[in-house]
């Protein structure tokens, strides 16, 4: 073992006990101490980040997985991760930062973010971070600028339309575009090593993965024609994270394992990766919020009044967290929290809504 993890990281729960049994007993202990008070808290399974882990590696054995610290920077996600042998894909010095402290090597560390700082550059030059992303001439020249004898990797456009957060719009360089821009970094002395994409978070188009991958194939060998020494694959990330998902985990794998068979298949010398988040965490982490106020509310919905003689109702429940906190994901990644009430066998009627922001 790599010697990440101490015994302090962890609370150990007996077998036969599960996610909503700590919760029921955290909020208990909670409310009995604070009178009421209690402020919002995460309780994580990392078990499920372990067995999600080994999901990976069955279903993409060919992929070496780095975590995308910035979903979830947890002490106790990340040290588990790093037990496991993943790298880590840092988006500025402080992600840098911390997974350095806790003892990761600067070979596993790859500074994905298109739109780096120049002192942030000079950063991962000064602590051996190598292999960094660009897209365009001026995070080039950035690079030229500041970390030379940077490995870069080259970020290409995807047809990302149908995801729930598409990137290409802001995000990679076209194909036309490609040529160009491996030409400037010889002329600059600065190597090139590979091909990034992304094909967006909560991507229900299975070809774009494919297609994507064979884009990457055409970009290799316009670099191998310009003397780039091409032999790094990175497929991004996106994957879902939950059960129920429009399209399967093990769905996309097969398409990509097809993929890769066909443009990269093995023994050709390219290492392959792919950077996760939402995948690792998404389903090992509990939210517990206070309900913190409750109103009954008129239903609008023409015709119910004369169906049942009376005007309907729903009830709607304020909690102690909203969408510019803890539920951002509602703004930023279309989610729909599902509530659970504790200590109650039946779910509250009606929708959650934060009294500060939700309500509107």
């Known amino acids: 073992m790599a010697g990440y993890l101490s015994e302090t990281d962890f609370v150990v729960v007996g077998g036969g006990f599960s996610t909503r049994d ?10 009995q101490a604070t009178a009421g008070d209690v402020a919002a808290f995460f309780v994580a399974d990392l078990g499920a980040v372990v067995r999600k882990h080994f999901c990976f590696l069955k279903c993409l054995p060919r992929v070496r997985p780095f975590y995308t610290v910035k979903c979830n920077s947890s002490p106790g996600v990340l040290k588990v991760l790093a037990e496991l042998g993943l790298g880590f894909s840092c988006a500025n010095k402080a992600e840098m930062e911390l997974v350095q402290r806790i003892g990761v090597p600067a070979s596993k560390i790859i500074y994905a973010n298109p739109c780096k700082q120049i002192a942030q550059i000079k950063y991962a030059a000064k602590h051996g971070v190598r292999l960094l992303s660009f897209d365009n001439e001026m995070e080039l020249a950035k690079v030229v600028k500041g970390h030379p004898s940077a490995r870069m990797v080259l970020g290409i456009a995807t047809d990302d339309r149908h995801s729930l957060s598409p990137l290409s719009f802001k995000f990679g360089a076209s194909l036309q575009s490609c040529r160009h821009l491996l030409e400037n970094a010889k002329r600059s002395h600065v190597e090139v090593v590979g091909v990034s994409f992304h094909v967006g978070s909560g991507c229900p188009d299975l070809h774009a993965y494919a297609q994507s991958i064979a884009d990457a194939r055409l970009v290799f060998e316009m670099g ?95 909690l102690s967290e909203g969408v510019y906190g803890i539920f951002n994901s509602v703004l930023f990644d279309n989610t729909c929290p599902i509530p659970i009430l504790q200590k109650v066998s039946l779910p509250p009627r009606g929708p959650v809504f934060n009294c500060v922001c939700m309500c509107v």
Do not use: W
């Open 224 to 318: 191998a024609e310009l003397g780039h020494r091409m032999h790094l694959l990175d497929l991004g990330g996106g994957f879902p994270g939950l059960e129920g998902a429009k399209v399967r985990f093990e769905e996309i794998a097969s398409v990509i394992n097809s993929a890769l068979d066909l443009y990269f298949p093995e023994g050709c010398g390219v290492d392959i990766l792919a950077r996760l988040g939402r995948y690792y965490v998404t389903s090992a982490f509990t939210l517990a919020v206070s309900i913190i106020a409750k109103k009954e509310v008129l239903l609008d919905q023409p015709g119910r009044e004369e169906e049942s003689g009376s005007i309907p109702k729903t009830i709607v429940y304020h």
């Open 22 to 31: 700590l919760l029921e007993e955290l909020t208990l202990g909670a409310s």
